[in-house]
């Protein structure tokens, strides 16, 4: 697709110990052994590839930040989506083709992210093209999406605004093929929708493609162990179908055959390199997926244009007589920002900037809405589908925007009350970790910092509170962990 | 309802500050002034009754622990479903109307939560009728599901497994009849769909009924304020829609006229206490929704039947020599619990049961699974519609679960990997302090304590590793926070 329609597109995986399908491919496709030159394309560089996955100093079996071409780690799960529409955001040529797992679909996090097709502008961002792989299982259970109805699941799609196509099956020659006449039959679908908006110029929401993989848990595996267990198309098959290879001949046996099915000597010459019929279907240097600069936003990242911030202080002529509003005070400064940055700076929150009286922003920008107005919305309703701010409530998916929007070389700050932000805990833990492991990846480059307005900390004042903004906020430097800005605000309105 | 088909239900409120029309129901129908003397069924009592309303020392604007017939404040959003499912489950006769706010829809906990009816047994569970309240606006915005076109709302509702009602418009007479005849349809449902399973023994899930209800935000407040802003129908009507009324006469003359056109003087005698032709509308005393048991759920609580743990501790003749395992070796007293406790204790988990070594207790009670099953799941499946324990990749959904479960007068645990327990930070959070504020209510009886197991804490060890089971674990006394037991387990394998 990307060679048919030159495309500019990326791929985030977030099935749990869902890398080993990406990451091969982007061995096949060379990135990996430009990357990783040790890793090469012979057999020994094969052999290091092999005995480096999911080992201690290689790389996960998560696309964790060693794997080129990722900006998504996985491993919690429920954040695929949030991210990928945050990638994609002021990106307008940019597709993110999202495989979410069906175990990660039972989630809150996911199940509410669907609804980020709302806020996406088909003029100025680009787009998300879903994949909801059910392979019908979890670690021991399985899911519930894989489970239901087919109706029931075309319903919930469609509920959800996307226009679902099913492949569903397990031959592989014929799921092959539909697999590529129904990604063809998507990407032309996106294309057309935002050629569109962009030659009406008019923003709408149409309902974007997505697909229903339907395709058995380690597929290829054999049907059954030696003990008449199943493996394939069951949730036995996760992580080591077969255990005892080491020590028993007749799995090491089934190991062999299943291995030797992928017919590796005719698909590798002598020396373990792929043959060159098959290198070429991939695309050319510079558009392969796993070598997207989105995947290692540093690379596109510009300086946020700023004012001083010390400019918009308070001027205070005696301790302790001067007393005035913080957030408002602040919100002066953040105006700045946001209409001197308007294709890389957004500002997120669940539903709290106006009340966090940092309603001046939206002068320079308003909020994201695309479709499906009323006229009550002209009575100070601050909508439009080209805002620069975004709110939804949903702690997790506005921080799952953001994380994708700074990931993918871009700027921005959430706002949220101190006492609710608590739900997005775990969120920001796993984006400090990926940060902090990123800075012992060479070629990974420093992406911006996450900023996080916590207003009505601790306690609540009087009519006025002491705003502490410190040199380090909304800097542009390096971090390895979010950078938290503590702002008590004067009064708590929600 | 209740009188007319001897129900045995009681109400969930999540929207946001949505106490109020509760309240004053409760007000009403008399058992506020049975639980508060103080505040009487007069002048006096409802004028007190109206100061302490949002007040220090009052009750909140959310259903707080002081509100009568509450298990679940909100405030933080999202948990309405997952507690009344919690509440209903093992519960066979009790309806929860769950009232969620269209702000609530948006959060991820929410929107997964909606599939909580694919884990409700209609024989051994009683049922939830959710009641999807849409007036268009969260704090300062419009909200997501009033704003997708009819059609896409209602395939949303039905891909997540139910039978959508509308209810829609703003003239109070006709709306008043529609939700009371769509009420009634839905009732009848519930029975009908009981009945069927009961009697045939065969647990199945019925595409539960669940109604969508379109009213105006601040309905009968004026349309406009003096300013000529909207305020009926528009977010200006969130929380104090007449600001001025202390000093602006303009103001005070459109409040006066708002609040008597509620014509009081037709409603309540000279004293101020309702009239009994409208009195006689509500139940009769003990099954008044505000005073179901239920919503006191310490009131119902039972001791669990429990073995002596010490019976099921590892032998250590040395110290230093012995070894072995902890999970399993917990999972052996364990078993016990759910197996002598079959219809007041249920083991929650997102998917980790087995990997946590806890699959011991599969023999005692399966995992919940209503209907969608495969041949394969006869191979260590451990699938029934009787099941005890709840596996779904949502750690809020399962945490709800159990929170609704323990608050409505039972027993639980819920077991997680610690890496991913932080997920649901806040929840335990919101939880504890319920549990404080309800130490501070006379009438409210102490329910159970919320058991979280979390395993591979802090480090993994080699193949062994200690098992920290002490008195506390497991007990039912009063507890004032959440007691964590910390566990760490052998191997990490998911």
Not at 109 to 138: E, Q, R
Not at 165 to 170: F, K, S, T
Request: with cysteine; aromatic share 10%; hydrophobic share 35%.
């Amino acid at each position: 697709m990307i060679k048919k329609y030159d495309l500019d597109a990326f791929v985030i995986s977030g099935p749990g110990h869902g890398a080993p399908g990406l990451i091969s491919n982007f061995y096949l496709e060379g990135v990996w052994s430009e990357t990783y030159p040790n890793t090469s394309e012979d057999k020994e560089g094969m052999q290091q590839f092999f005995k480096k996955f999911s080992f201690p100093g290689g790389h996960g079996s998560h696309m964790t930040p060693e794997v080129v071409g990722s900006i998504h780690e996985g491993g919690e799960l429920g954040y695929s989506l949030s991210h990928a529409f945050g990638a994609v955001f002021d990106h307008p040529k940019t597709i993110a083709l999202t495989i979410v797992g069906d175990g990660e679909s039972e989630t809150g996090p996911l199940a509410t992210s669907w609804h980020s097709n709302k806020f996406l502008n088909p003029i100025k961002d680009g787009c998300v093209l879903p994949v909801l792989h059910l392979n019908g299982y979890k670690i021991n259970n399985p899911t519930i999406l894989a489970r239901i109805e087919e109706e029931e699941l075309l319903s919930l799609m469609r509920g959800y605004g996307w226009t679902p196509y099913v492949v569903a099956g397990n031959d592989l020659e014929s799921m092959h093929q539909a697999m590529a006449a129904t990604m063809d039959t998507c990407v032309k679908e996106i294309l057309k929708h935002q050629k569109t908006a962009r030659e009406s110029g008019k923003a709408f929401r149409p309902r974007w493609p997505m697909i229903i993989l339907r395709s058995p848990k380690g597929w290829t595996a054999p049907r059954k162990n030696d003990a008449g267990q199943f493996l394939e198309g069951f949730w036995r098959s996760h992580q080591v179908p077969l255990t005892k290879v080491l020590n028993d001949p007749e799995q090491l046996n089934m190991l062999e055959q299943w291995m030797r099915s992928y017919r590796p000597e005719k698909l590798f010459g002598k020396e373990g390199k792929l043959i060159p019929e098959l290198r070429e279907l991939a695309p050319t240097k510079g558009h392969r997926m796993s070598e997207n600069p989105i995947t290692n936003g540093g690379l596109l990242r510009r300086p946020l244009r700023l004012k001083n911030f010390r400019d918009f202080a308070l001027k205070v002529d005696k301790p302790g007589v001067t007393s005035g509003p913080s957030m408002s005070t602040f919100a002066d400064f953040l105006y700045t920002i946001v209409r001197d940055n308007q294709e890389s700076f957004r500002v997120m929150g669940p539903d709290e900037t106006e009340s966090n009286k940092l309603g001046k922003i939206y002068e320079a920008g308003k909020k994201v809405w695309v479709n499906g107005y009323l006229p009550e919305d002209e009575d100070g309703g601050n909508l439009s589908p080209e805002g620069r701010v975004m709110e939804m409530l949903s702690e997790h998916t506005v921080e799952g925007w953001l994380e994708g929007y700074i990931l993918s070389g871009r700027h921005g700050l959430l706002n949220s009350y101190e006492p609710f932000v608590h739900i997005i805990d775990s969120m920001v833990n796993q984006h400090a970790k990926w940060i902090e492991k990123s800075l012992e990846v060479s070629w990974r480059q420093a992406v911006s910092s996450l900023n996080i307005l916590l207003t009505s900390t601790v306690w609540r004042q009087g009519k006025y509170s002491f705003t502490a903004l410190v040199d380090s906020t909304l800097t542009t430097t390096q971090t390895t962990t979010a950078s938290l800005i503590r702002t008590p605000v004067s009064s708590l309105s929600s």
